[in-house]
């Protein structure tokens, strides 16, 4: 998992309720990313961040929303518009100039 | 009740034996591969990587091949023992993908079982 925390690790949502997924790194890497994985399915890119204060769509945006205020922090709120939020949900950064991702321990939303 | 494409393709090997896993990338202009390994619950770790100019790299028990005549990327693991037992994926990575970030496309990934 290196320097990339993700909490919580199992998060709950009710009905029509907005949850934040909180992701972390101490790497100093400039790009972060959010996927998302379904069982027997590759990682999605759901939103990435090239720099602080940017960010950008992925595949599956819709239902999503991420800010970016500050380079150690890539918060991913699921919003009540994502009617299928039950996923594996992980985080990832990579340097500058360099093109391996390292992830993040993942947190597993489950729907009430 | 499980949907179509639920089950991974699984590879059963035994302990101390060697194991091959596979990939076929989709895209010719990927210039770099990443394998990572993915236990469950747990995030992907990274294993190795390969660039393009590239047939073969060997890391401590672990060789990635590269194909590039049949995008063909092949995970070879020494040796194997239960804690090498894990979901293992291949990731490619195109120089330029639209945006200006270097973004990988993943592949749904192999379930290796060791046999004690």
């Known amino acids: 998992d290196g320097g990339i925390t993700q909490s919580p690790k199992y998060l709950f949502r009710k009905e029509g309720q907005n949850v934040t997924l909180s992701c972390e790194q101490n790497?100093?890497?400039?790009?972060m990313y959010w996927y998302r994985q379904d069982p027997g399915q590759g990682l999605r890119l759901i939103y990435y961040?090239?720099?602080?204060?940017?960010?950008q769509k992925g595949d599956i945006a819709e239902g999503y929303s991420v800010s970016r205020e500050k380079k150690e922090s890539f918060p991913l709120t699921v919003t009540s518009a994502q009617k299928n939020p039950t996923a594996f949900y992980l985080c990832?950064?990579?340097?500058?100039?360099?093109?391996?991702?390292?992830f993040g321990p993942g947190t597993r939303l489950l729907v009430l | 009740g499980e949907s179509v494409g639920l089950h991974l393709p699984t590879l059963s090997v035994q302990e101390g034996d060697n194991s091959i896993i596979n990939c076929a990338y989709s895209?010719?202009?990927?210039?770099?591969f990443i394998w990572y390994k993915q236990e469950s619950g747990k995030g992907p770790q990274f294993i190795i990587d390969?660039?393009?100019?590239?047939d073969k790299r060997q890391g401590q028990r672990v060789t990635v091949l590269l194909n590039k005549t049949v995008k063909h990327l092949s995970l070879q693991i020494a040796a194997t023992q239960p804690g090498d037992s894990a979901v293992y994926f291949c990731?490619?990575?195109?120089?330029?993908?639209?945006?200006?970030?270097?973004?990988?496309?993943f592949g749904k990934g192999t379930k290796l079982s060791v046999i004690p």
């Open positions: 990832a950064s990579k340097g500058q100039g360099l093109e391996t991702q390292y």
């Open positions: 790497l100093n890497h400039d790009a």
């Open positions: 961040s090239q720099i602080v204060n940017d960010f």
């Open positions: 895209n010719s202009a990927s210039d770099y």
């Open positions: 390969i660039r393009s100019n590239m």
């Open positions: 990731a490619e990575n195109m120089a330029y993908s639209g945006a200006g970030s270097y973004q990988l496309t």
